[in-house]
């Protein structure tokens, strides 16, 4: 008798789990790594949707896009989160996004009004160093292609990351590009396929500088007690990110995709951001920005270009670093 209420037992918990909606999220390696910040997001998330929140990681953010334009309207994804503004125009040519019909007001640098997309989080690029070891820091592109610095820098074809360096020098530089990029080709260490290869190399030594973010010594500063990283400060400016996500228009589960969405911009999710994505948040939560925030640089001009230009730029773009680089 105990067999036959053991096996009923066992088929109403296989049952219970297959109503369970399962939300399938697409997106980038660090999101989803355990200490990003997609452990804490699921949980939250979790306990308000009687859902199931799976994350997959695809790589970079580049990636990411790649891999869904291979999937087409057969992707399983029912959320794509981790495209930002360089990507959003290839994004929605695509035709795969549904419109999100939501408009949150967000505490961003620039106006937003995408009706596909919608911001999770921003940040600045920039190049990270160690205090202790670099005492000639570049205080712009050019002096950073003229110094001997040796740096790390991640494929624009792959990474969200390289594709921003890409429109920040093209920003700065216009026709004068690529001889930026042949006189930065002897700092080049290597191009790595995403960023937490290329900062794992700056972080054992491999390069004394790493393309990362004017928020990345906050990590080092909140969670390591470590104030010995900084951002260099570059007189051209810096080449803003804006992260986005948006939902799927062949989602098998469009309300809960909505629901997702709106949770993401709500205090509970953006109050994860700064200490496991190490971004600013869309929309400041109610308790601020963590205390060493504070102590990160303020770039001297915002630099980023609409999405339909860093579309039509990215091609050219693309194929005079591939040029300069391979001389």
């Given at each position: 008798m105990?067999?036959?209420?053991?096996?009923?037992?066992l088929?109403m918990?296989g049952?219970?789990?297959?109503d369970?909606?399962?939300?399938t999220?697409?997106?980038?390696?660090?999101?989803?790594?355990?200490?990003?910040?997609?452990?804490?997001v699921?949980?939250?998330?979790?306990?308000?949707?009687?859902c199931?929140?799976?994350f997959?990681?695809?790589?970079?953010?580049a990636?990411?896009?790649?891999?869904?334009?291979?999937?087409?309207?057969?992707?399983?994804?029912?959320?794509v989160l981790?495209?930002?503004?360089?990507?959003?125009a290839?994004?929605?040519?695509?035709?795969?996004?549904?419109?999100?019909?939501q408009?949150?007001?967000?505490?961003?640098p620039?106006?937003?009004?995408?009706?596909?997309?919608?911001?999770?989080?921003w940040?600045?690029?920039a190049?990270v160093?160690?205090?202790?070891k670099m005492?000639?820091?570049?205080?712009?592109?050019?002096?950073?292609?003229a110094s001997?610095?040796?740096?790390?820098?991640e494929?624009?074809?792959?990474?969200?990351?390289?594709?921003?360096?890409?429109?920040?020098?093209?920003?700065?530089?216009?026709?004068?590009?690529?001889?930026?990029?042949?006189?930065?080709?002897?700092?080049?260490?290597?191009?790595?396929?995403?960023w937490?290869?290329?900062?794992?190399?700056f972080?054992?030594?491999?390069?004394?500088?790493?393309?990362?973010?004017t928020?990345?010594?906050?990590?080092?500063?909140?969670?390591?007690?470590?104030?010995?990283?900084?951002?260099?400060?570059?007189?051209?400016?810096?080449?803003?990110?804006?992260e986005?996500?948006?939902?799927?228009?062949?989602s098998?589960?469009?309300e809960?995709?909505?629901?997702?969405?709106?949770?993401?911009?709500?205090d509970?999710?953006q109050s994860?951001?700064?200490?496991?994505?190490?971004?600013?948040?869309?929309?400041?939560?109610?308790?601020?920005?963590?205390?060493?925030f504070?102590?990160?640089?303020?770039?001297?001009?915002?630099?980023?270009?609409?999405?339909?230009?860093?579309?039509?730029?990215?091609?050219?773009?693309?194929a005079?670093?591939?040029?300069?680089l391979?001389?």
């Amino acid at each position: 008798m105990k067999y036959l209420t053991l096996a009923a037992g066992l088929l109403m918990a296989g049952g219970a789990m297959a109503d369970t909606p399962v939300l399938t999220v697409y997106t980038y390696d660090s999101f989803v790594s355990e200490w990003g910040p997609g452990p804490a997001v699921e949980k939250a998330f979790e306990a308000t949707c009687d859902c199931d929140l799976q994350f997959v990681g695809t790589g970079d953010g580049a990636a990411l896009l790649a891999r869904l334009k291979l999937e087409g309207a057969r992707t399983k994804a029912d959320v794509v989160l981790g495209l930002d503004t360089n990507l959003t125009a290839d994004a929605a040519a695509t035709g795969l996004f549904a419109p999100h019909g939501q408009a949150p007001k967000f505490d961003l640098p620039v106006a937003w009004n995408d009706p596909l997309f919608l911001p999770y989080d921003w940040g600045y690029f920039a190049f990270v160093y160690d205090k202790t070891k670099m005492k000639t820091v570049p205080g712009s592109l050019a002096e950073l292609a003229a110094s001997d610095a040796k740096i790390v820098i991640e494929d624009p074809r792959s990474s969200t990351p390289g594709l921003g360096l890409l429109m920040w020098v093209k920003m700065v530089k216009g026709d004068g590009a690529k001889a930026l990029w042949t006189d930065l080709a002897d700092n080049i260490v290597t191009v790595t396929k995403g960023w937490s290869e290329a900062y794992g190399m700056f972080l054992g030594g491999e390069a004394d500088m790493v393309l990362s973010y004017t928020t990345s010594p906050a990590y080092h500063l909140i969670a390591e007690k470590d104030d010995s990283k900084a951002a260099a400060a570059f007189s051209d400016g810096h080449y803003m990110q804006i992260e986005v996500a948006g939902k799927i228009a062949s989602s098998k589960h469009p309300e809960l995709a909505d629901k997702f969405l709106s949770f993401m911009e709500s205090d509970a999710f953006q109050s994860i951001i700064p200490t496991t994505n190490w971004m600013y948040p869309a929309i400041t939560p109610a308790g601020g920005l963590p205390k060493g925030f504070e102590t990160l640089i303020t770039p001297a001009k915002s630099l980023i270009l609409p999405a339909d230009e860093a579309a039509k730029l990215r091609d050219p773009a693309l194929a005079e670093w591939l040029s300069a680089l391979s001389k």
